[in-house]
């Protein structure tokens, strides 16, 4: 194998985003790779990434990718994302014909096109195909044979294959119905390899007490924020947006909250608010009171639409007690404070468990300790290799799980 030059025979398990990098990268380097995938075809989760678009990558330096990673995974990331960047993931795409575009907030698509995401693995496959990579589909793995440092084989079919270098591209837990199950996370463990569970991570938020009749309104340009229960401190805050659904709340800010929500669920007590207006209280009722001196007949339903959509205006100030005809003047100070908390600290309470099944992401997998950065090698194993959503890597929204994965396949995929 890369060692003294020669030829290695390499099996890559999982025909995702890392996957197919790491096997086409390992058989443009002269190996004879085999590619297993579950599915039918390859690439299945790329197809529905980013609606169906698929949000390729995040434009920027590697520096400010990074960032947009926790500490542990930013310095994990970077030798990887290093070697094989945006500009360089990019640059491949382009030379195989998918043209792409950078929206305003940096996040990088192909051009629209109908089935933009399914041009995006169509340009893997060719890749792979053009070294020589021998991709099974419908190929299941469902075991792994042997133990530290040499694992000596994988069960496919009850069948035993063997090869030199095993790569593991299974991906996470999320949408098991594009192939991910997450199995494969405790087989490992079952091998003592360091694990860290599935979490739920970049998903919708179900709520105790959720709103089905407000479906698809949204609240804008304010603060999501999460509590330690309905009196309890400030957790974490997330500018952005949200949107009601049936069940509770989905949207920008909804996804970048709900792996802290589930954790400060578990840990015994979540609370969500929605600030509409990002000032304090306290300042947000100096200024209605202002207005209720300049402007006395103004209706408190006209003030409140303001800053809530009009279908939550009627609904909420029923349950704040409040006469829809009542003017500013007339406000009673107690349903001042009450129309002002609605604009600052409106609440969506408590949440009911985040569904790891519905992230776009899966928070958890191998314990970043236990692989080397630069070459993805799982410590302690002469011939096991790790890349993708498996490793314990879990960035935000906008581009950034696919860029981890096709950075630590290219990795993966150099031996
Ligand atoms: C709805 C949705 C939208 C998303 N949108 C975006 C986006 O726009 N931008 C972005 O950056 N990220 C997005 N993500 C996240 C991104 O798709 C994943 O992080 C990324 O695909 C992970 O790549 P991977 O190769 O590790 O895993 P995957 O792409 O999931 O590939 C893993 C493959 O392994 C196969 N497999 C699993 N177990 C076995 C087995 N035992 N034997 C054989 N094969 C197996 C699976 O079938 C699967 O095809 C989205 C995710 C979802 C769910």
């Known amino acids: 194998m890369g060692h003294d030059g020669g030829m290695a025979k390499i099996i890559v398990v999982g025909g995702g985003a890392a996957g197919l990098v790491a096997a086409w990268r390992a058989a443009s380097l002269g190996h004879a790779v085999q590619l297993l995938e579950a599915n039918g075809r390859l690439g299945v989760k790329l197809r529905i990434s980013g609606g169906g678009k698929c949000n390729i990558t995040h434009d920027g330096p590697p520096k400010a990718l990074l960032s947009a990673f926790s500490k542990a995974q930013a310095r994990f990331l970077r030798p990887s994302l290093h070697a094989f960047d945006n500009a360089a993931v990019l640059d491949l795409l382009r030379r195989e014909g998918v043209e792409t575009y950078t929206r305003d907030n940096g996040r990088v698509f192909p051009l629209d096109r109908p089935g933009s995401a399914g041009a995006v693995v169509a340009a893997f496959e060719t890749l792979a195909h053009r070294v020589g990579v021998d991709v099974r589909t419908g190929a299941r793995v469902t075991a792994l044979q042997g133990r530290a440092p ?224 630069r070459t993805m090698a799982l410590r302690g194993w002469d011939n096991l290799r790790i890349c993708g959503e498996l490793l314990d890597i879990d960035g935000p929204v906008g581009g950034y799980n696919l860029q981890a994965a096709f950075s630590t396949g290219y990795a993966a995929g150099t031996l």
Not at 168 to 192: H, M
Not at 326 to 334: P, V
């Open 150 to 373: 040499r694992l000596e084989g994988l069960l496919l079919n009850g069948e035993p294959l063997h090869c030199d270098v095993y790569v593991l591209a299974t991906g996470g837990a999320s949408y098991p119905e594009t192939g991910t199950r997450g199995e494969v996370l405790g087989w490992l463990k079952g091998l003592g390899v360091p694990v860290l569970p599935w979490f739920p991570a970049l998903a919708p938020i179900p709520l105790q007490r959720p709103r089905p009749s407000w479906e698809g309104v949204s609240l804008r340009e304010g603060d999501l924020r999460l509590q330690a229960g309905p009196e309890g401190r400030r957790l974490e805050t997330f500018a952005g947006d949200i949107v009601f659904t049936k069940a509770g709340i989905s949207g920008p800010a909804a996804l970048e909250l709900s792996q802290a929500t589930e954790r400060a669920r578990r840990e015994g007590a979540a609370w969500l608010t929605y600030a509409s207006i990002r000032e304090l209280p306290e300042a947000v009722d100096a200024a209605l009171q202002a207005e209720q001196r300049t402007n006395p007949r103004l209706l408190a339903a006209t003030w409140i639409q303001r800053h809530l959509p009009e279908r939550l205006v009627e609904p909420l100030l029923q349950e704040a007690g409040i006469d829809r005809g009542l003017m500013l003047k007339d406000l009673s100070r107690s349903a001042r404070k009450a129309l002002v908390a609605l604009a600052t600290a409106l609440p969506l309470g408590e949440p009911q468990a985040v569904p790891l099944a519905r992230g776009e992401v899966a928070a958890g997998g191998v314990d970043l300790g236990a692989v080397d950065p």
